[in-house]
Structures are given as structure tokens and as C-alpha cells.
């Protein structure tokens, strides 16, 4: 295959929803999809031009299918993504909410979690690989390939990280605070709420993350629906957030990734690439799904873009 500019790796799972406005129940009408932080950032990037490729694992059987078609329909290179027999596909039911959204993961044991570092052999060199702090949670395995991405399995790509704490799949906040933090350092661009920061590192400023992770060549903070400031070395650039309507705020974070990701393959300058995480974070802010798709989504992926 032809190397994308972004590559993106992680577990997406069966996602099962309440139509728009409806609440979950039985008998109630329900929409079957998929959805995982590091394919919704593919999704997100390639309707903004970006030739991305997403790679996982997943269960044999229709739910495995059904979870590939539905990234691959949004014009993501699914070609790479191994199909593990005797292992199930992730699933996970949300209550949708504009107040935060209640969302209950069944993935213990799933075919993604036994990612290994090993599968990073032969993969195509994108210009970015991106990854996030849900699959290092995963499994140890997962962990390991998490790290040898780091550590330059797919150099000279430059490795995105999604710190995207999740409590329940840590031990504790101690330790997920220790990994997350370590695996963050070593990340050429950092993506971190501030929220997330504090419950993890107890700081409550944009300032202290960046006093927390100095060595981060680029360090972008997200403040909900205040702002986002981007660290790039010494520099710093602050865009207000897009004001808008919450209908439901599960995968926000994701676009937002995903439109900075395009901006900076664009070439684009710091502001312009926070405006575009903006821009994407608020499509997803606006409806029931938690994929930025927008009108000119392309059914097969678009060219490679320029530096």
C-alpha cells in the first residue's frame, strides 16, 4: 500500500446507541456502529483530506466486519487491521447525555488487547503515527507496542499521543498517572485535556502541564470549552474555543486531534491548526455520533497530502 500520511492504532469497538433523543431501553430503537479514539481520529482526518490508514485487531465474525466496514466507509485504509480468531470484538453502549455521556465498555480479553509490538514489522512509514493513552491501558502487550512506537519503531514518522485517561481501565490514578505521564514525555506532539491532567498530575493550569512535560517538542492543551494552547519549544499560541451548542460530547477530543493532525500536515501554522481541531471538535459537539464527519466526506481516500 501506499504509506498514508497518518496512521493510526488502537482498539474500535461495536458501538451501540439510542437513536437521536431516545434513551437506552428495552425495546427501544437503537443504531449498531463503531467507535475508538484512534479510528474516529482517522475518520475525522481523512474528510479533511488526510490519506489515513487505521490498524487494530478485531474479533472473526460479522462484528470484526461489521466494525472495519464502518471505519473504511469514511474513506480510512483498513487493509492492515488482522482478524484474531477465538478472540471477541470490543463493544460498548452509550447513554448519550449533553452533560457527559455514560458510555459501558465490554472489551476484557478483546481482540485488540493483544496487540503486540511485534505487529509494527512491515507496516507502512506514515508521516505521523498516532496513538493514545487507551491502548497502552489495554493490555501489556498493547503497553509495549505504545513504547516502541516511542522509541522510533516507524522513525522517522512523528508519534502523536492522545494522553485520553480513562479511570476505569487503570488500577489506580497512581499508576495511570506514572505511565501516562512517561509515555507522554517521550512523544514528539501531546494532545491532554485540562482536566484530565489535573485529576492525573493535580495541575490546574495550561502552565503547569507544560512545567510537567518541558521536554515535549509539541504540547497542545485542551480547556473544554474555553481554549486550546499549543507549546511548540518556547512559543506559545492560545485560540478560544468554538462556542456551541452541546447536543452530546463523547468523542470531542478525538476530532479535535484529528483537526490539528490535518492542519499540521497542511502545513498549516499553529493558530490555524488549533482553529481546525476547533472546527472538527465542534461537529461531533453538535450531534449524536462521536466521528467529525462532515458533508464532503470522500467514500475512497483522497491523495497524499503536501509537507
Given at each position: ?18 437513536v437521536?433523543g ?27 483530506g ?8 478485531v ?144 495541575t ?19 480547556d ?36 490539528w ?20 471538535a465542534?461537529l461531533v ?23
Amino acid at each position: 500500500m501506499t504509506a498514508p500520511d497518518l496512521l493510526t492504532i488502537g482498539e474500535t469497538m461495536v458501538l451501540v446507541a439510542p437513536v437521536a433523543g431516545a434513551a437506552v431501553a428495552l425495546d427501544g430503537a437503537a443504531t449498531l456502529g463503531a467507535g475508538g479514539a484512534e479510528s474516529n481520529v482517522a475518520i475525522a482526518a481523512a474528510t479533511e483530506g488526510a490519506r489515513t490508514a487505521w490498524y487494530s485487531r478485531v474479533g472473526a465474525g460479522v462484528l470484526g466486519s461489521l466494525v472495519v466496514e464502518s471505519v473504511a466507509r469514511h474513506g480510512v485504509d483498513t487493509s492492515l487491521v488482522r482478524v484474531c480468531p477465538g478472540r471477541p470484538t470490543g463493544l460498548m453502549v452509550k447513554e448519550p447525555s449533553p452533560h457527559g455521556s455514560r458510555v459501558h465498555y465490554y472489551r476484557a480479553g478483546s481482540a485488540a488487547s493483544t496487540i503486540a509490538h511485534e505487529d509494527l514489522d512491515g507496516l507502512p512509514i506514515p508521516r505521523i503515527v498516532h496513538t493514545s493513552g487507551i491502548t497502552a491501558a489495554l493490555s501489556a502487550s498493547a503497553r509495549r507496542t505504545v513504547e516502541s512506537l516511542l522509541s522510533g519503531a516507524l522513525a522517522p514518522a512523528e508519534v502523536s499521543f492522545d494522553v485520553n485517561y480513562r479511570p476505569a481501565l487503570w488500577s489506580s490514578v497512581d499508576e495511570a498517572a506514572a505511565v501516562l505521564g512517561d509515555l507522554a514525555a517521550r512523544a514528539d506532539v501531546v494532545f491532554v485535556g485540562r482536566d484530565e491532567a489535573e485529576a492525573l498530575w493535580g495541575t490546574t493550569t495550561s502552565e503547569q502541564v507544560r512545567a510537567r512535560l518541558p521536554q515535549v517538542p509539541i504540547l497542545v492543551v485542551k480547556d473544554g470549552a474555553v481554549d486550546a494552547v499549543e507549546y511548540s519549544g518556547d512559543a506559545v499560541f492560545r485560540v478560544p474555543a468554538t462556542t456551541v451548542d452541546v447536543i452530546e460530547p463523547v468523542g470531542a477530543g478525538d476530532a479535535f486531534a484529528a483537526g490539528w493532525l490535518a492542519g499540521r500536515l497542511r502545513g498549516d501554522d499553529p493558530q490555524a491548526r488549533l482553529r481546525s481541531g476547533h472546527a472538527a471538535a465542534a461537529l461531533v459537539l453538535r450531534s449524536f455520533g462521536d466521528q467529525a464527519v462532515s458533508a464532503a466526506a470522500h467514500p475512497t481516500p483522497a491523495p497524499s497530502m503536501g509537507a
